[in-house]
């Protein structure tokens, strides 16, 4: 006797955390009855396998019919069909939004493209993420992305008012658009009218995450940095550097718009490039530095280099295509020397720290606040991304 | 012009997108009613289209505003080619035309569509201005309030409880129309719907009719069915319990407060109403053309089993001769009735004072077309027939009146299986006339019928039994006599004295049944129902005595016929009544008794049977105090009744009387084994698996034995339909396979339940259909209700005590359901005799000072009542502003009012959230008081589609179709104002898929009553006085 027809439909709709999280993990309805069956719920509960068939089918029913609602959470809360207390909306969502930080790794510096949806079975293979669940991961992604890329105000705000996702994960999806935000600035440009963007319009969609192939070549070198280190890079650049970038609204009673700061960076060569100040600069660092770093031998040694270093890699922020070697130039060219001349942390943060105030004293320097704004990012940065 | 309907189209929201190309949609609404139809403008381009219409106001005869119901439609507005429908919203604008209830319907409604479900989501305001309409003959029945509770509604007294009231109205079915080969399978759903909804109007109207000429106010207990008729027409009828109610005075202060000018105007019609010359086209409850009838039709009438005790038994002492005064009393009460019958299942405190046993009727008909839809006199007669059968079962049984009515039906093509079932019992005439009987008599009865056991006493002549039946003292006064087993349709009464917990106990038997035709159909039909009644009735016997209980309550049997086989399903709460005789066990008689291996087998499943009583008694805590013989008036020599279990082709002839002195234990069940079929029917006994721990469940309103719910409730219908795959069945694995599919159906609700533990499935209502050859389907629907079990094991500790304190105990446990469970104690205390009743139990030996003190406690909570809400009053008058009228204001002063207010308006406030509104099958919410009842929600859709496999196939489909349908009731009754349904009920829920074509159709019907509850943790802080002993002062609080 089979049962060709059998739902169970509550009026408060229940919702199975063990179930959704096997569902979300992109399993099969067998897949799932046969990891359930592996969890000891038979023994617990005292049921047979036909139940828990018949159970997670209902389930994987009602998580299919909330799939359309969980796109636009808002609707899950305006919506009449499901009633679900806000707690559990709530739960629903964060766990439908929720990432694997292997898979994020991966596909940082990708396109959300469909090209890049065919290569997910490499991805989750690698990853060991199930590949339905890679899928879904993959356009949220590209669903928040969509959402917010056009919106004005600050990206984690936005994303935390259309998806209702907690703050803390908002965060890390902004971190995640934000590497789109060149793309973003590019509109921007284009917005302003501006005559000569630094990059084609017709790119900008492609150019997503810290995206594009020299990212590729680089990628054994930056190996080393995890998700979450590209994530917290991200948040402060947007935290130091976007607030007139994303929210030009709030932003422009200051006139500090993000055309003028990066084409501002650029007046910041004028450190390295002038030979007197960049003398001045390693003198008053290397003095207010002695005795109080154990590398200060290294230190007066390649000061130059890695100045020279600091303030390129923000020059070279205007065109596409040395965006794309923000990272690897503060890895090649800061990280990498330092690690081998050993210095610890500390030192690193005491160096970055004096190299930023020191300017402050330096004759003939007119832009202090513009300088201390882009290095409080690149500090951040260089500090979360300086470990083994 | 009696009436003035206005409606406001507001906005929509989530629309389907229309135009592919912009990916946008211009909306636009027409409104209809009647024959009139407003359109709002275009709002072009949008999903989210603001109309903010102006009012459309349409001026109607009150008669249309009960029948008609607002039809709202969102369409797609298209230049070039005709508009697109979008979906539509029905509105029955009922709940506005009494007083009282809803003043306004404004809310989102789900936009359906019968072919894609919601399509987004339209907010609507309607309102309705009734005049004042005196001289007239009034064909409306505006005013008359409507419950599907089959108990008096919370907030309301019953003045007079009037009877029954009965209609049905007749049409062609739409689907069934020639007309309907041309047309769009929705524009035939949309027909269908309509015409329904129409009709339902129309019989509700009607009854409302009656109501007013037997001068009630309100019909409690109304159920409203469909009969499918198919080729033959659409039957819609009705039945119900008319009563007069007041609303009880206080509760009047916890309304909202709801200052519309309409309220005051609708008082009237209704005050007004019973006065005026109300003519009615029906007079009678029935149409007298009967005559020609039988030789058109084909009518099978089944002999009828009376469902009480078996066994057999001498007689006692007298019955007394006050029993014959009451009976006579009672008599002229109900004589001037046709049928003195009720719909009700639970009872006012001392309104029942004798239950006899269920009586029954089924008939088997053949149907024919329904020629002239404007006299349903066929249908009529019919249900006459077997009303008249009912009647006279229950004379039988020495009661004079059916309680806990219900009528229901079966149909397969053009066979028709009518049913009736209640309890005959003896009522107190005292509620059934205006007061008349009040006096002398009263005192009376309380004396003779204690509470808690009275309703247990014999209606019938000892001397002159209806049916051999065992009778013996009670166990509780030891004064009257009662029978051993007792089965009803009713609620337990909530004086009743239960030892233990109750359970749900079902029967489930399947019967092949040759394919025929027309009249060998129903002849082959009718003759295998007594065997199906006798085999259920066994059945249940033999399960109840299984589980050491002694008495049914909510006892429903469903006989379901289809193509090939018939289907019987009863389901009932078993529990042991204190009154009622310890039930004797079950015993199993070999026939080949020589065979060693035999008898070993036999002892075998004799030990299994007597471990599972043994283990059953545990498990539902029954351990009723052994009596000591001498208490017990006159041992009566308890004969032991045998009956067999099957392959008895005449049920009641070969009863033998004989004395076993090996079994201990009054009165043995015995079963005797002789073939293999008897074999299986005991094992299957045995395969019923009780629940899992944490889980209990029972079919009626309240379990009994569990005293302290908490709030959490989880309203469900759970649907399964099974293929019978055998290729030659026979009974015998038919049965299995119907007894597997309703066990593993209760296996997966625990299961699915199990992070509410522990907790109650109560209302367990299974509701079985035969959609085609070899399909069987059953759908549940039932509620569970989460409760504390550290409270529960305390309270249970009692029955543990001492059994000299049997009564005290019992009392006890008891005494927790007026206060606890209907929820609002005072709807106990207009009936004062409830004071005279307490105290007359409490002059009882062995009731214990607990009890005595609730009972003064009763009485003076009405003073304080009283003078509480006359404090309210007085400070109502020195706040009251301009032009409010006394009555809002003193809502208004009401801190109760205030505090509900400000609970919904935290849902409304905040725009994005949806207000959360339950649903329960249940008359009450736990840890909940109903404040307001707002009228009757009655529905019914239709979801078809021609793309059953993208749509998750039946399961997806019907899954997706009963969650929409529990949307559109949610929305209803949030559009009303209020945030609960009570007394939900799924009536029909009719599935047929034809997945070779991809194709799939699905009708559900579902009632219940919209209410306004507030949760008794916020009355708390209110001052109330709670129904705890307080001296009547403390009401001094409130001016403070």
């Known amino acids: 006797m089979s049962s060709d027809l059998d739902v169970f439909v509550g009026n408060t709709t229940l919702i199975d955390e063990e179930v959704y999280r096997l569902w979300l993990d992109g399993h099969s309805v067998a897949e799932a009855v046969a990891r359930r069956l592996r969890g000891g719920v038979l023994e617990r509960e005292g049921t047979s396998v036909a139940v828990l068939q018949s159970d997670t089918r209902d389930h994987y029913r009602t998580f299919q019919m909330l799939e359309r609602l969980l796109h636009a959470p808002p609707r899950l809360l305006q919506q009449l069909l499901f009633q679900i207390p806000p707690e559990r909306q709530a739960l629903l969502v964060q766990r439908y939004y929720a990432f694997d930080e292997a898979l994020a790794r991966e596909l940082l510096g990708k396109k959300l493209s469909k090209g890049t949806k065919k290569e997910l079975d490499e991805v989750s293979a690698r990853t060991g993420v199930g590949i339905r669940s890679c899928r879904r991961q993959f356009d949220n992604f590209k669903r928040v992305f969509k959402a917010v890329e056009e919106l004005r105000g600050p990206l984690a705000e936005n994303i935390q008012q259309l998806f209702l996702l907690p703050p803390a994960l908002a965060r890390d999806y902004a971190a995640i658009v934000f590497s789109g935000i060149w793309g973003l600035w590019e509109r921007f440009w284009g917005f302003l009218g501006c005559p000569d963007p630094p990059f084609s319009s017709r790119d900008y969609a492609a150019i997503v995450f810290f995206a594009n192939s020299r990212f590729e070549t680089g990628k054994r070198r930056l190996q080393f940095l995890s998700f979450g280190d590209f994530a917290a890079c991200a948040q402060s650049m947007m935290a130091h550097w976007s607030q007139g970038a994303l929210a030009p609204e709030a932003a422009d009673p200051d006139g500090d718009l993000p055309k003028s700061f990066l084409q501002d960076l650029k007046e910041l060569k004028v450190l390295v490039s002038d030979k007197d100040l960049l003398d001045q600069h390693k003198s008053l660092v290397c003095s207010a530095l002695r005795g109080k770093i154990s590398v200060y031998n290294e230190l007066e040694a390649n000061f130059k280099a890695l100045s020279r270093a600091l303030v390129n890699v923000g020059g070279k922020l205007t065109h596409a295509r040395d965006v794309r070697d923000f990272f690897v130039d503060l890895v090649e060219k800061v990280i990498e020397p330092c690690r081998s001349d050993k210095w610890s942390p500390g030192d690193l943060r005491l160096f970055l720290t004096h190299y930023t105030a020191a300017p402050r004293n330096l004759p003939g320097f007119r832009h202090q606040a513009l300088w201390e704004r882009y290095m409080a990012a690149i500090s951040a940065c260089l500090l979360r991304m300086y470990h083994d | ?1040």
Request: hydrophobic fraction near 35%; glycine fraction near 6%; include cysteine.
């Open chain 2, 1 to 1040: 012009m009696p009436g003035k309907l206005k409606v406001k189209i507001v906005a929509g929201r989530h629309l389907p997108v229309m135009d592919r190309a912009s990916d946008l949609t211009d909306a636009f609404v027409e409104v209809k009613f009647g024959n009139t139809t407003f359109k709002t403008d275009v709002y072009p381009k949008s999903l989210n289209p603001q109309w903010n219409s102006e009012w459309f106001k349409f001026e109607v005869d009150d008669e249309e505003l009960q029948d008609e119901p607002l039809q709202i439609t969102v369409l797609d507005h298209d230049t070039y080619s005709a508009n697109d429908a979008i979906g539509k919203v029905y509105i029955d604008i009922d709940p506005l035309l009494y007083s009282e209830a809803a003043t306004v319907i404004s809310g989102w409604f789900p936009i359906y569509d019968t072919i894609h479900g919601i399509r987004g989501e339209i907010n609507v305001v309607v309102k309705v201005d009734l005049f004042n309409d005196l001289n007239r003959f009034r064909q409306s029945s505006c005013g008359v309030k409507f419950f599907c509770t089959t108990s008096i509604p919370k907030c309301y007294r019953a003045v007079v409880i009037h009877g029954f009231v009965e209609e049905l109205v007749v049409n062609e079915d739409p689907e069934y129309q020639w007309i309907d080969r041309i047309r769009t399978p929705r524009a035939s759903n949309e027909a269908r719907q309509r015409l329904i909804s129409l009709m339902s109007g129309e019989l509700q109207r009607k009854i409302g009719l009656k109501v007013l000429e037997m001068r009630g106010n309100a019909v409690v207990g109304y159920l409203q069915c469909f009969d499918l008729e198919g080729e033959s027409g659409l039957v819609v009828r009705a039945i119900g319990t008319a009563c007069t109610l007041d609303k009880l005075s206080n509760t009047s202060a916890f309304l909202p407060a709801c200052n519309s000018p309409s309220k005051e105007m609708k008082e009237s019609p209704l005050v007004h109403a019973p006065s005026h010359g109300c003519r009615s086209t029906h007079n009678s409850p029935i149409h007298t053309a009967t005559g020609s009838r039988l030789t058109q039709n084909f009518s099978v009438s089944v002999p009828t089993l009376i469902y009480t005790g078996m066994g057999s038994g001498s007689a006692g002492k007298e019955g007394g001769p006050f029993k014959t005064l009451l009976r006579q009393q009672t008599q002229s009460a109900l004589e001037q009735r046709e049928f003195p019958f009720f719909t009700l299942t639970t009872f006012p405190p001392g309104f029942l004072l004798h239950v006899g046993g269920v009586v029954s009727a089924r008939s088997v008909k053949l149907l024919d077309r329904i020629h002239n839809p404007d006299e349903p006199e066929t249908r009529d007669a019919w249900w006459a027939e077997i009303r008249q059968e009912i009647k006279s079962h229950a004379k039988a049984l020495g009661c004079h009146a059916v309680v806990g009515y219900s009528e229901s039906t079966s149909i397969c093509e053009e066979v028709c299986i009518l049913s009736a079932s209640g309890t005959a019992a003896v009522l107190n005439p005292r509620f059934l006339q205006d007061g008349t009987m009040e006096g002398c008599l009263e005192q009376r009865i309380e004396e003779a019928s204690p509470p808690g056991c009275g309703f247990c006493h014999i209606p019938y002549d000892e001397l002159n039994m209806p049916f051999p039946a065992h009778l013996t003292y009670c166990y509780n006064c030891r004064k009257q006599k009662v029978p051993d087993v007792l089965f009803t349709t009713i609620d337990l009464p909530v004086e009743a004295i239960v030892v233990g917990k109750g359970c749900l106990i079902q029967a489930r038997l399947c019967r092949l049944k040759k394919k025929a035709q027309a009249e060998a159909n129903a002849t082959s039909i009718s003759n295998l129902l007594p065997f199906m009644e006798y085999e259920v009735h066994t059945q249940l016997m033999n399960k109840l005595k299984l589980r050491g209980m002694n008495a049914l309550f909510g006892l429903r049997i469903q006989i379901t016929v289809g193509e090939n086989m018939l289907m019987g399903l009863a389901s009932a709460t078993g529990v042991y009544l204190a009154a009622l005789p310890t039930p004797g066990g079950i015993q199993i008689a070999g026939k080949t008794p020589n065979d060693g291996t035999y008898e070993q087998h036999i002892s075998h499943m004799q030990k299994k049977i007597n471990d599972t009583i043994a283990k059953n008694k545990e498990l539902y805590e029954i351990n009723p105090p052994e009596l000591p013989e001498e208490i017990i008036g006159s041992p009566i020599p308890e004969p032991r009744q045998r009956s067999r279990l099957l392959r008895s082709q005449s049920e009641s002839s070969d009863e033998v009387t004989e004395l076993d002195l090996s079994h201990g234990k009054k009165d043995a069940f015995v079963l005797e084994i002789d073939d293999t079929d008897a074999m299986e029917d005991v094992h299957s006994l045995l395969t019923d698996v009780p629940p899992p721990s944490g889980f209990y469940s029972c079919n009626t309103e309240i379990m009994p034995g569990i005293n302290n719910w908490t709030p959490e409730i989880q309203m469900f219908t759970a649907v399964r339909v099974s293929r019978l795959s055998n290729i030659n069945p026979t009974n015998q694995t038919l049965n299995k396979n119907f007894n597997d599919l309703c066990e593993n159906l209760l296996k997966s609700l625990y299961f699915k339940l199990r992070s509410m533990v522990p907790c109650c499935l109560c209302h367990v209502n299974f509701t079985v259909a035969l959609p085609e050859d070899e399909l069987v389907q059953i759908a549940v629907t039932a509620v569970a209700i989460t409760y504390d079990k550290n409270q529960a094991l305390q309270a249970n500790k009692a029955p543990t005590e001492k059994s000299q304190q049997r009564a005290s105990t019992d009392n006890e446990e008891q005494l927790q359901f007026p206060l606890e469970l209907s929820s609002d104690p005072l709807s106990s205390q207009p009936f004062s005799p409830a004071k005279e009743a307490l105290e007359g139990a409490s002059s009882h030996t062995g009731i214990p000072a607990a009890q005595r003190a609730t009972s003064v406690d009763y009485s003076s909570f009405a003073d304080r009542c009283n003078s509480w809400i006359e404090l309210i009053k007085l400070k109502a008058q020195t706040i009251r502003r301009g032009s409010i009228k006394t009555t809002t204001s003193l809502e208004k002063a009401s801190p109760l009012a205030e505090g509900y207010l400000r609970h919904r308006s935290v849902p409304s406030g905040t725009n994005s959230t949806v207000s959360v509104v339950k649903m329960t099958p249940l008359s009450f919410l736990p840890g909940a008081k109903i404040t307001k009842y707002l009228g009757i929600i009655n529905m019914f859709f239709i979801r078809e589609t021609t793309s059953l496999r993208e749509e998750g196939g039946v399961s997806g489909f019907l899954h997706a179709f009963i969650a929409e349908v529990f949307a559109m009731v949610r929305a209803h009754v949030a559009a009303l104002g209020g945030n609960a349904v009570v007394s939900y009920i799924m009536k029909q829920c009719v599935f047929m898929e034809n997945p070779n074509k991809n194709q799939a159709q699905c009708l559900i019907n579902v009632s219940g009553d919209a209410v306004i509850f507030v949760r008794e943790s916020e009355l708390e802080a209110l001052p109330v006085p709670a129904p705890t002993a307080q001296p009547a002062g403390s009401a001094g609080d409130v001016t403070t």
